[in-house]
């Protein structure tokens, strides 16, 4: 794991500095205190303290959606982060010339997002965290400058005090306290949420989970007044899709909980290809207000 990752990182129990058990095994992460967090054969270390409340993602979910991000459905998701990414590293840079940037992915998934952030910036390093071992199998090879990590966002992050350049956010949960604790004091939260009509023409035909109308005031309410919202941008696309994508797009997300596997598939066999579905998302910019 590359030591600018490490330095960032603390211990989950204690919140002291952690660093490789054995020097150049990178087998385990310890603290002085000596709790030990082990690094998985698939490159990830689990940084959790004690179980998590959920398992995340399933295996299959995961599959599903690293073959719908491969096919590009949602590239436009990762270069709208790029660029805001990039505008925000130069706030950051303009303040500490001398500090690296670190790009912190809260419920990563595969890491495919993060992995167009860092390609977009070539000095900076990575940090995928997720609760789904599935996914972070994905995210610890996602880009040679990303490492990933077991933890709960929901808990205190495994992060040192405004150590953190770039947060991201996509169609994930949002721990406010949190994310103001570990963000640079001009750094940005760069979240996305889906719109309105996000996958309207399947909503109805398929049975799927509606967007909340309300959704933007629910953002704004679990940040808690420690961000102020400086930008937001609709970005939107219409796809042309076959059966078997409407199939990977609905076991990808959370509608895959809810939804009967037969009475699905029968329901997207009977629609007419390609089926046309929007892709309207909302990529919203803050910063932390002064500790």
């Given at each position: 794991?590359?030591?600018?990752?490490?330095?960032?990182?603390?211990?989950?129990?204690?919140?002291?500095?952690?660093?490789?058990?054995?020097?150049?095994?990178?087998?385990?992460?310890?603290?002085?205190?000596?709790?030990?967090f082990d690094v998985a054969r698939q490159g990830y270390v689990n940084l959790l303290a004690g179980r998590a409340p959920h398992a995340g993602d399933t295996?299959?979910?995961?599959?599903?959606?690293?073959?719908?991000?491969?096919?590009?459905?949602?590239?436009?998701?990762?270069?709208?982060?790029?660029?805001?990414?990039?505008?925000?590293?130069?706030?950051?840079?303009?303040?500490?010339?001398?500090?690296?940037?670190?790009?912190?992915?809260?419920?990563?998934?595969?890491?495919?997002?993060?992995?167009?952030?860092?390609?977009?910036?070539?000095?900076?390093?990575?940090?995928?965290?997720?609760?789904?071992?599935?996914?972070?199998?994905?995210?610890?090879?996602?880009?040679?400058?990303?490492?990933?990590?077991?933890?709960?966002?929901?808990?205190?992050?495994?992060?040192?005090?405004?150590?953190?350049?770039?947060?991201?956010?996509?169609?994930?949960?949002?721990?406010?306290?949190?994310?103001?604790?570990?963000?640079?004091?001009?750094?940005?939260?760069?979240?996305?949420?889906?719109?309105?009509?996000?996958?309207?023409?399947?909503?109805?035909?398929?049975?799927?989970?509606?967007?909340?109308?309300?959704?933007?005031?629910?953002?704004?309410?679990?940040?808690?007044?420690?961000?102020?919202?400086?930008?937001?941008?609709?970005?939107?696309?219409?796809?042309?899709?076959?059966?078997?994508?409407?199939?990977?797009?609905?076991?990808?997300?959370?509608?895959?909980?809810?939804?009967?596997?037969?009475?699905?598939?029968?329901?997207?066999?009977?629609?007419?290809?390609?089926?046309?579905?929007?892709?309207?998302?909302?990529?919203?910019?803050?910063?932390?207000?002064?500790?």
């Amino acid at each position: 794991m590359d030591t600018r990752i490490v330095d960032r990182l603390r211990c989950p129990v204690c919140g002291q500095p952690l660093a490789e058990a054995d020097a150049g095994t990178a087998r385990a992460l310890r603290c002085p205190r000596r709790h030990s967090f082990d690094v998985a054969r698939q490159g990830y270390v689990n940084l959790l303290a004690g179980r998590a409340p959920h398992a995340g993602d399933t295996a299959e979910m995961v599959a599903a959606r690293a073959d719908f991000l491969a096919a590009g459905h949602y590239d436009l998701i990762s270069a709208a982060l790029a660029a805001a990414a990039t505008d925000a590293v130069d706030r950051v840079r303009a303040a500490r010339p001398e500090a690296y940037p670190l790009v912190v992915d809260a419920g990563a998934g595969t890491g495919r997002h993060l992995a167009a952030v860092l390609a977009a910036l070539p000095d900076a390093v990575g940090l995928a965290l997720d609760v789904s071992k599935p996914a972070l199998r994905r995210a610890a090879r996602a880009h040679p400058r990303a490492a990933a990590a077991l933890a709960d966002t929901w808990q205190r992050l495994p992060l040192a005090d405004a150590g953190t350049a770039v947060l991201l956010n996509v169609f994930a949960p949002r721990n406010g306290a949190e994310f103001h604790r570990v963000l640079d004091p001009d750094g940005s939260l760069l979240v996305v949420t889906p719109g309105e009509d996000h996958l309207a023409e399947l909503v109805g035909a398929l049975g799927l989970l509606r967007v909340d109308p309300d959704k933007a005031d629910r953002v704004a309410e679990s940040l808690g007044g420690r961000f102020t919202e400086v930008a937001t941008a609709e970005h939107r696309r219409e796809l042309a899709l076959t059966g078997p994508e409407v199939a990977t797009l609905v076991g990808m997300g959370p509608s895959a909980w809810h939804t009967d596997p037969a009475g699905l598939a029968a329901r997207v066999t009977a629609l007419p290809e390609p089926v046309r579905v929007t892709v309207a998302v909302r990529l919203t910019v803050w910063r932390p207000a002064p500790r």
